[in-house]
């Protein structure tokens, strides 16, 4: 294997293996470095987060469908079961599958591959340690740190990936628990309540602050909560778990108002800790070499580049949305700068979605944004319950939100919470990345009968012409 590159990339995730790609595209001479103990390239996405997660999400959702929707429409299976093993093996054959597939994309655009620990031991020197300590210097033009993000602590939670699990144990459970709580009412405990719910666990989600998905629209977030207890969740907010204490076959939960006063204690079989995700940056190299942190770990950038020459640094290491969909932009941009190109990515038009049933999905500005901003704006909404697909389907839960400008109408935000939010945001981000305006959408012949009619009527909404409702 060569030792001379123009691109040395450290993590194999999306923002890494995206970065090399475009890099081999470009004729850059490119590697790249993982650590993992499965030896597979993908990171935390693609190996225990996004791609399992939404593995076990479908099965679970097809599960619930048969055993709550089927005889309403019309459909007669008998009893339906679920054989947990086998649900547990698809996944892990869907992440299998993909793994081979970034490999091999990497044989395609001639990326070598390091398996080890990188660690930078000086500006174009980089040293690989293998897990039998053995070790290869590498030297290369430029550096590209990827190493993504890990699961944040909690004092007095201590994760054991059995009883207290973060998101990786939660998808390799063996059984399902009689009873989960959940530490943190954002999209990874909402989505992984979601699935264990729906296999006959009861879950209560513990939220710090006084609402789940705190970065979304308020609006959204205070419906899809109605929508969650509907279903059967349960949720502690403005509370905060001190402590869990092991007995031999359940835990003990101490939660407490957030804002202080009486706690109690709640008995559970198994608790996840989902509170987010911080910067994983440790063994790199990064003091010596002399990377700007700041005071929550992230690595200090401008276009990618770090304070030091030739070092750059994408994903979740570095400030911006912690979704895989942003550190594959991240990548790909960083490459080309490298290459003398112009890469940029504009993250207020990322857009993120949460995976339950029905999905949510957010892009832009919300109108908290707007009014902390002092922006004037128009809203536009069309409920699910008047669109003829939905309504078709027995699917109406949730709505469309538009908002725009007031004086120039153009996209600021959109939200969904809907069956397929996460497919039908991606017109809105088409838009906001153009810069376009809510009547571009409204004015777009959409195809009848589609959930994405919604779309555009939400459009209409914003001057006043819905016509469906």
């Not at 081999?24 to 996405?45: F, S, V």
């Amino acid at each position: 294997m060569s030792s001379q590159f123009d691109v040395i990339i450290i993590g194999g995730g999306p923002g890494g293996y995206n970065a090399a790609i475009r890099a081999g595209q470009l004729g850059l001479k490119t590697a790249i470095i993982e650590k993992r103990e499965t030896k597979t390239l993908g990171g935390t996405c693609l190996n225990v987060g996004c791609i399992p997660s939404k593995a076990m999400l479908h099965a679970s959702e097809l599960y619930e469908t048969a055993t709550t929707r089927f005889a309403a429409l019309g459909i007669k299976t008998g009893a339906v079961s679920f054989d947990l093993p086998q649900m547990l093996k698809q996944k892990d054959e869907a992440v299998d599958g993909l793994t081979k597939g970034v490999a091999y994309l990497m044989k395609k655009n001639k990326v070598e591959v390091f398996l080890g620990a990188g660690e930078i031991t000086a500006p174009g020197k980089v040293r690989v340690t293998a897990e039998d300590g053995k070790s290869q210097d590498l030297e290369t033009k430029n550096i590209i740190i990827a190493t993504g993000s890990e699961v944040t602590p909690l004092k007095g939670v201590e994760i054991d990936e059995k009883q207290i699990v973060s998101s990786t144990g939660a998808l390799s459970l063996p059984s399902v628990p009689k009873h989960m709580i959940v530490i943190g009412g954002g999209v990874i405990g909402l989505e992984l309540g979601s699935v264990w719910r729906r296999l006959g666990a009861k879950v209560t989600v513990v939220e710090f602050l006084d609402r789940i998905l705190p970065t979304m629209d308020g609006e959204v977030s205070k419906t899809f909560l109605r929508i969650l207890k509907k279903q059967g969740m349960e949720f502690k907010l403005s509370s905060k778990v001190t402590g869990v204490e092991k007995l031999k076959t359940k835990l003990k939960v101490a939660i407490e108002p957030a804002a202080g006063g009486a706690g109690e204690t709640i008995e559970a079989d198994v608790v996840l800790l989902a509170i987010g995700r911080r910067p994983y940056t440790a063994g790199l190299g990064l003091e010596k070499a002399g990377v700007a942190l700041d005071q929550r770990g992230f690595i200090l950038t401008d276009h990618f580049r770090t304070n030091v020459p030739g070092i750059w640094a994408v994903g979740d290491c570095i400030h911006g949305p912690m979704l895989a969909h942003k550190a594959e932009d991240d990548g790909t941009a960083c490459a080309e700068l490298i290459a003398g190109k112009a890469g940029h990515v504009n993250y207020d038009a990322v857009p993120s979605v949460v995976y339950t049933e029905p999905e949510v999905a957010s892009v832009g500005k919300t109108e908290e944004d707007l009014k902390k901003a002092g922006v004037e704006y128009k809203v536009g909404k069309f409920p699910f319950s008047a669109n003829s697909r939905a309504k078709t389907n027995h699917e109406t839960e949730g709505f469309v939100k538009i908002l725009a400008d007031a004086k120039t109408d153009k996209l600021l935000g959109c939200h969904i919470i809907g069956v397929g939010a996460g497919e039908l945001i991606a017109e809105a981000v088409s838009v906001l990345e153009f810069g376009g305006a809510s009547e571009d959408i409204a004015r777009t012949c959409h195809a009848h009968p589609t959930r994405s009619e919604a779309v555009r009527q939400a459009a209409m909404g914003v001057e006043g012409w819905t016509m469906q409702a």
